[in-house]
């Protein structure tokens, strides 16, 4: 079977590099599927859970992102993530806890500067919940 290289990285470090059968992210404008021989293909990608599909095993790695870009060649994947985290990584009540400082950040913005920040700490926030009670129900 055709396998497709994906490298995941954070400015920070390499969070998974490996051969995958299938990749599914959160794309700009909706959930985009990678199988191999995909069209090249360059987009943004939104706070979201990066799905891995291996080729040794069979099992599904899961990544978190906030964000980033989506660079697909046909033999190659690769996720340059503004930040990323290992699914077994996420930490629920962390989550929880700055999307709870993201919420008082917005009602008590002073200018529209800080409203957007807190805004988009907000939804990363709201993403990353998301992708925890997808990783759940796995």
Do not use: C, W, Y
Request: charged fraction near 30%.
């Amino acid at each position: 079977m055709a396998t497709i290289h994906v490298d995941v990285v954070s400015a920070e470090e390499s969070i998974f590099s490996g051969e995958a059968k299938f990749v599914a992210l959160p794309g700009e404008n909706g959930e985009l599927g990678i199988l191999p021989r995909h069209t090249p293909l360059i987009t943004r990608i939104k706070p979201g859970a990066v799905r891995i599909q291996r080729a040794d095993n069979d099992e599904e790695e899961f990544v978190f992102v906030a964000g980033g870009i989506l660079e697909v060649q046909p033999g190659t994947v690769t996720v340059l993530a503004d930040t990323a985290i290992r699914g077994k990584d996420l930490d629920e009540a962390k989550a929880l806890e700055a999307k709870k400082i993201a919420e008082e950040a917005m009602k008590n913005a002073k200018s529209d500067i800080d409203l957007a920040a807190a805004q988009g700490e907000f939804a990363a926030m709201a993403a990353q919940l998301a992708a925890i009670q997808k990783l759940r129900k796995k």
